[in-house]
């Protein structure tokens, strides 16, 4: 991969997932730099002048009214990092800090916090070199920034708190001298600097998003192989009816599903077998659509959140003036993750549904009771869906709105609260289950396909779904006898997480054309 070059607001949501999970390299361009010596230059004037300016030569939060003199500045910035590195729980996984340190240093490259270049360089060898800060996961408001999970990973460049580095964890100190670096020293403004800011909450949200981009295409292909085993009506995906209501969404999972089918022995038209089928089968593409929707413009708010600056106070060089303001506050932020989990949370709801019809015999169309045709001798799928419902269910409570809840802090000056970092876990975590959720039920709509062959042995499925479903068996071998399978739900919904469904899906309609499109 070629190196990522910190430029203005030109970093893509890729980017992000790139240096978090892919290790690729950062840079700090000339440009920047320059930047960042400008700003740098006038903060120094300021403590040169004595001027009052907050978290400068002020104390922070309800002591912004105390003047800190200049001999002071540097010991209040290490002492603001120390007091505020209280973050409790596990820690967050690496990827996360990945994006996290990415993020800051790249909000921190615009040139308008007044800081020196050299922190800026030493996060990115925090990347480069591998070294991951232990950041705990919980502790963060979403209001003035992630300022105790932040805190935590400025502690590291000071010499302070923990690192894992080569796989283990070491005291901040040992972990930078393993890498051949030393600590650092913050001068005046650089400790608010580096934890003032929503940059936990974003590269959260940022992997999040793109998870459920890939989990909520690989459900219009576990879909469609549903719709095929419980011989269910296309007519519903007609592109008449999306036209007629014109959601971008809508239409665009209701091609999907006609591509995936296309070319089908299993699929019926209306009247052939029932007239219509159940909402969880003939509504997917609203469901779908919907979905798709609101992942767009949750991408659409990340991106222009990635290229901001969210410290505070901002300074403009040019205009001579250092301006206190509130583009910490994690709102925007916090809003569209709650969405996330909502969105998330439906896919999870209607795939569970499509599980039970296939499971259950009042609505399976001649498929056996949980799929298994000893039943009784053997359960079959039966509890599959027990787990499928359960994930469901906390996912129902993951969507309850973290930026509901305000509690103020600060004795009163940060008197509202965005709650975003907690948004932020909800909606990974709700990933997660969705992945899971999605598992059971390509587990038992290739079951069902299987049992349905018995009266169809010559039948074909659709040009998409073929492909999906030897994918699927590959992962997961057609239940037989009852087995174990709490480790093959978990590993197919991690390689569902990986798009590992959709690259089968584009390999297997290869020299097709107009093959199945999942990317979209």
């Given amino acids: 991969m070629q190196p990522i070059v910190l430029e203005d607001e030109n970093t893509e949501l890729d980017d992000v997932v790139a240096v978090a999970r892919s290790g690729c390299e950062v840079m700090l361009s000339e440009r920047a730099r320059r930047r960042m010596s400008q700003g740098r230059q006038f903060i120094d004037e300021v403590v040169q002048n004595r001027e009052v300016v907050y978290g400068v030569t002020t104390g922070f939060g309800k002591f912004s009214e105390t003047r800190i003199s200049g001999p002071e500045t540097r010991q209040l910035q290490q002492n603001l990092i120390r007091s505020h590195a209280v973050g409790v729980g596990d820690p967050l996984p690496e990827e996360v800090v990945r994006a996290t340190i990415f993020l800051r240093a790249l909000a921190l490259s615009r040139g308008h916090s007044g800081i020196r270049p050299e922190i800026v360089d030493r996060l990115l060898d925090l990347l480069n070199r591998q070294i991951t800060p232990v950041m705990p996961e919980q502790g963060s408001l979403g209001a003035s920034g992630d300022l105790a999970p932040l805190a935590h990973m400025a502690l590291v460049l000071t010499g302070e708190g923990e690192a894992v580095y080569d796989g283990d964890r070491y005291p901040a100190a040992e972990a930078l001298q393993m890498a051949g670096l030393s600590p650092l020293k913050l001068e005046a403004r650089e400790g608010l600097a580096l934890i003032n800011g929503t940059q936990v909450m974003t590269a959260l949200g940022v992997l999040a998003l793109r998870d459920a981009e890939v989990l909520s295409k690989s459900a219009d292909v576990i879909g469609s192989l549903s719709l095929e085993a419980l011989r269910g009506i296309i007519d519903a995906f007609d592109e008449r009816i999306a036209s007629l209501r014109p959601h971008p969404g809508h ?52 991106k222009r959140e990635i290229g901001a600056v969210t410290d505070n106070p901002l300074v403009f060089p040019a205009e001579g003036d250092v301006l206190s303001g509130g ?175 959709l690259n089968a899906v584009e390999e297997g309609g290869k020299g097709e054309a107009d093959g199945p499109d999942t990317t979209t």
């Avoid at 469901?287 to 659409?300: E, Q």
């Avoid at 975003?420 to 038992?444: D, F, H, M, P, Y």
């Avoid at 057609?478 to 469904?501: F, P, Y």
């Fill in 251 to 302: 239409a665009r999972s209701a091609q999907n599903i006609r591509l995936l089918t296309a070319g089908s022995d299993f699929i019926t038209r209306q009247g052939e077998i029932r007239v219509q089928d159940g909402y969880s089968v003939r509504c997917m593409a609203q469901v779908h659509g919907a979905v798709r929707d609101a992942l767009k413009y949750i991408s659409t708010v990340l």
């Fill in 327 to 501: 583009n910490f506050h994690g709102e925007p932020v916090a809003l569209v993750l709650d969405h996330l989990s909502l969105a998330v949370s439906e896919v999870g709801s209607i795939s569970e549904r499509r599980t039970e019809r296939l499971l259950n015999p009042a609505y399976s169309a001649g498929l056996p009771p949980f799929l298994t045709e000893r039943g009784g001798l053997n359960s079959g799928l039966m509890i599959t869906q027990y787990t499928a419902a359960s994930l469901v269910a906390e996912n129902k409570l993951l969507a309850s709105p973290a930026s509901a809840d305000s509690i103020p802090s600060s004795a009163g000056q940060e008197d509202h609260v965005s709650m975003g970092t907690t948004s932020a876990r909800q909606a990974r975590a709700a990933v997660k289950n969705l992945s899971r959720v999605l598992a059971v039920e390509a587990i038992s709509a290739a079951q069902g396909v299987d049992l349905r062959r018995v009266d169809m042995p010559n039948a074909s499925l659709g040009r998409g779904t073929r492909p999906a479903h030897s994918w699927i068996r590959q992962m997961v071998s057609h239940l037989e006898d009852d087995r174990t399978l709490s480790e093959e739900v978990q590993e197919l919904g991690d390689a569902l997480l990986r798009g590992e469904i």
